[in-house]
């Protein structure tokens, strides 16, 4: 099982549309999550954290159940600026297994918004 | 507040050539890491430092090398090019417990 796992996409949707990204990890471990976005042909850019009560900013969403090890990214309304690849990272605490707390990233799944 | 500065943006190499990709960090991060990302791949860890003078390996290390003489720098070394590292190579640098923060990246061409 791979550490990191998302959803394949592409997902092609219409503005104004509501889409939900889903990501899986396999360390128990791991105590910081992340939703990163990047654009084609650019840096992974900081969307958002994920905290275990879940939180909001703005249109999205993000939701994290560590009995399940899985987190979710929701965004709401759709814009043509949303389209993007979305990368779900993860990182183990510090002392685990050596990893000095590096992020693990998905492969990313890739949001069309159409207008 | 440059962030992380990549360098060069865009490079191509002969098979067997050897050159230094730099980064620089201006926020005083503890951390640096080197990451190539292939299509299909996602992003990969090269190699990654947690301090002046402390360096390891993460997940594809070979045929690369790392120093880290100081805070700022991360200089991340090709010594024999193969068309195997053709690639975006992503330099990062985070605080303790804090996001990472990418540098432009650098897109590789080995021939």
């Known amino acids: 099982r791979k550490e990191v796992e998302q959803d394949p996409g592409p997902f092609n949707v219409p503005e104004g549309a509501t889409v939900a990204f889903n990501c899986t990890y396999s360390?128990?471990?791991?105590?910081?999550f992340f939703w990163y976005r990047q654009d084609c042909r650019k840096e992974p850019k900081l969307l958002m954290s994920?905290?275990?009560s879940g939180n909001e900013d703005g249109r999205f969403t993000a939701q994290l159940n560590r009995a399940s090890q899985y987190i979710s990214l929701l965004i709401r309304d759709s814009k043509l600026s949303d389209s993007a690849t979305y990368l779900c990272?993860?990182?183990?605490?510090?002392?685990?297994?050596?990893?000095?707390?590096?992020?693990?990233f998905g492969k990313g799944t890739k949001l069309s918004v159409k207008p | 507040n440059a962030g992380v500065t990549q360098t060069p943006k865009f490079q191509v190499l002969k098979t067997g050539q050897s050159m230094t990709l730099q980064c620089a960090q201006d926020?005083?991060?503890?951390?640096m890491s080197w990451y190539r990302q292939d299509p299909g791949m996602g992003l990969r860890l090269i190699h990654y430092?947690?301090?002046?003078?402390?360096?390891d390996q993460g997940e594809v290390p070979n045929g690369y090398n790392v120093s880290r003489s100081t805070t700022e720098d991360f200089p991340l070394r090709l010594l024999s090019a193969a068309p195997s590292q053709t690639s975006v190579y992503f330099c990062?640098?985070?605080?303790?417990?804090?996001?990472?923060?990418f540098g432009d990246g650098t897109r590789l061409s080995i021939l």
């Open positions: 990062a640098s985070r605080g303790t417990n804090q996001p990472q923060h």
């Open positions: 360390n128990s471990a791991s105590q910081s």
């Open positions: 994920v905290y275990s």
């Open positions: 990272v993860v990182r183990a605490h510090m002392n685990y297994g050596g990893s000095q707390g590096n992020l693990i």
């Open positions: 926020m005083n991060h503890e951390y």
């Open positions: 430092s947690v301090g002046a003078g402390i360096t």
